[in-house]
């Protein structure tokens, strides 16, 4: 994974990010948003993969039911933000990839394998997002009320 800041305009920072080939998306994301300290984020991106586990999240369950692609996917989408999540940037992403025969899947983005690449684009904000977890869904979202009051 290589990442190279393109651009500093009024305190926001654009990156463009490329995986290599076998690079888990994931991690290469996190791992870019900790070493930039990335504390408000989003980003889109390109790629393929030749395997890839998309989740679905399940409120009754309040887990993520797992779907693995065992196949060469186009990256059709890939959309997400970074925010903080008990003081550590955490990366929320959605992808949608499509088949060989023209189907698509999508959801959250649980891991893959890059092959032959994944170019994102990061765009920071100069603002400080935070996660805090809903008790309703157990899910770490956005509190855009946190600080205020």
């Given at each position: ?17 490329v995986c290599d080939r076998h690079d888990d998306p ?124």
């Amino acid at each position: 994974m290589k990442i190279r800041p393109v651009d500093e305009t009024d305190g926001r920072r654009t990156f463009v990010l490329v995986c290599d080939r076998h690079d888990d998306p994931v991690e290469a994301l996190a791992g870019a948003a900790k070493r930039f300290d990335l504390r408000a984020a989003s980003l889109s991106g390109i790629g393929a993969f030749s395997g890839v586990t998309i989740g679905f999240f399940d409120r009754s369950r309040r887990d993520y039911i797992r779907r693995v692609i065992r196949e060469q996917v186009e990256v059709l989408t890939l959309l997400g933000n970074i925010a903080l999540d008990q003081g550590e940037p955490r990366v929320h992403v959605h992808v949608v990839v499509g088949r060989a025969d023209g189907t698509a899947m999508g959801g959250h983005l649980l891991g893959g394998s890059v092959d032959p690449t994944l170019e994102v684009t990061i765009v920071e904000s100069p603002a400080t997002l935070r996660r805090r977890t809903d008790p309703g869904s157990g899910l770490a979202l956005i509190d855009l009320d946190w600080g205020s009051g």
